[in-house]
């Protein structure tokens, strides 16, 4: 039997098929910070007055893993370009799913207020890592169809991210986020309703407020927010770059190439 594939892209049309696998997205991210350790940016991190009690090379490496794993929820979400002639799977809204999943994580893997802190900045980055293109209008986004909880392969999911994690902490709160993913899907009565829920949510309630009102009242959990924030859209969108194959280099490529070059290598 086949293994089951989660898809962070997708689009065929007349003579052509790109297929992103979510593993090798993250896995390709990871590449792209393999370096951080050594970086300015790492040196500057370590320099602001404030307790790292999660390294910053273990938060960066967190907030790539979970920024794209709402996608899992969009697998079904075909849609169809009749200019192109090109299908296609739109995953718009996924980061509120993402910052859901992250946030339930979270909860299960702090154990001080510096943890909360560095979490939250990580939180901050995923929920706004498409923050360009409008998150009101992505938030409206619903599904067109609803997919059933053997459909989600919740099972395929958790072991694609256990790939990525590195001690038994991080697993333990992973058990967390799938057990209360399940629990919470079913209150909902199902997957449609249950993704409704979160992407307006996200953006309305407690969680969201407490991030935005920290961000915009603590200047060092801004620059962490922004530091962060700046590095996953450079890796996101790198890694999209090469392993979709690449094309023109535009100028905003040019500029991501430069951040990296100067700060994260």
């Given at each position: 039997?086949?293994?089951?594939?989660?898809?962070s892209?997708?689009?065929?049309?007349?003579?052509?098929?790109?297929r992103e696998?979510?593993?090798?997205?993250?896995d390709?991210?990871?590449?792209?910070?393999?370096?951080?350790?050594?970086?300015?940016?790492?040196?500057y991190?370590?320099?602001?007055?404030?307790?790292?009690s999660i390294?910053?090379?273990?938060?960066?490496?967190?907030m790539?893993?979970f920024h794209?794993?709402?996608?899992?929820?969009?697998?079904?979400?075909?849609?169809?370009?009749?200019?192109?002639?090109?299908?296609?799977?739109?995953?718009?809204?996924?980061?509120?799913?993402?910052?859901?999943?992250?946030?339930?994580?979270?909860?299960?893997?702090?154990?001080?207020?510096?943890?909360?802190?560095?979490?939250?900045?990580?939180?901050?980055?995923?929920?706004?890592?498409?923050?360009?293109?409008?998150?009101?209008?992505?938030?409206?986004v619903?599904?067109?169809?609803?997919?059933t909880?053997?459909?989600?392969?919740?099972?395929?999911?958790?072991?694609?991210?256990?790939?990525?994690?590195?001690?038994?902490?991080e697993?333990?709160?992973?058990?967390?986020?799938?057990?209360t993913?399940?629990?919470?899907?079913?209150i909902?009565?199902?997957?449609?309703?249950?993704?409704?829920?979160?992407?307006?949510?996200?953006?309305?309630?407690?969680?969201?407020?407490?991030?935005?009102?920290?961000?915009?009242?603590?200047?060092?959990?801004?620059?962490?927010?922004?530091?962060?924030?700046?590095?996953?859209?450079?890796?996101?969108?790198?890694?999209?770059?090469?392993?979709?194959?690449?094309?023109?280099?535009?100028?905003?490529?040019?500029?991501?190439?430069?951040?990296?070059?100067?700060?994260?290598?």
């Open positions: 039997m086949n293994k089951y594939v989660i898809y892209y997708y689009e065929e049309g007349s003579g052509f098929s790109i696998k979510l593993v090798d997205h993250i390709e991210c990871m590449k792209i910070i393999s370096n951080f350790n050594n970086s300015r940016i790492y040196r991190l370590m320099e602001m007055p404030c307790e790292w390294k910053p090379s273990d938060a960066i490496r967190l790539i893993v794209d794993v709402g996608k899992a929820f969009y697998q079904k979400n075909y849609e169809y370009d009749d200019e192109r002639n090109v299908k296609y799977l739109s995953f718009k809204g996924h980061e509120f799913l993402s910052f859901h999943i992250f946030e339930k994580f979270s909860y299960g893997f702090v154990e001080s207020n510096a943890d909360s802190n560095i979490l939250s900045a990580c939180s901050f980055s995923i929920l706004f890592h498409h923050h360009a293109m409008n998150p009101e209008q992505r938030g409206k619903k599904l067109k169809y609803d997919i909880l053997e459909d989600l392969k919740l099972d395929e999911l958790k072991n694609l991210l256990i790939k990525f994690l590195k001690d038994k902490r697993l333990k709160a992973l058990d967390h986020v799938f057990d993913l399940i629990e919470e899907i079913k909902c009565g199902s997957v449609k309703m249950f993704v409704e829920n979160v992407t307006y949510a996200s953006l309305r309630e407690s969680g969201y407020r407490e991030i935005w009102d920290n961000f915009v009242g603590c200047s060092i959990f801004k620059k962490t927010s922004l530091i962060f924030l700046t590095t996953l859209l450079t890796v996101d969108y790198l890694s999209a770059y090469k392993l979709r194959g690449g094309g023109g280099l535009s100028d905003f490529h040019r500029v991501l190439m430069d951040f990296h070059n100067y700060y994260l290598s």
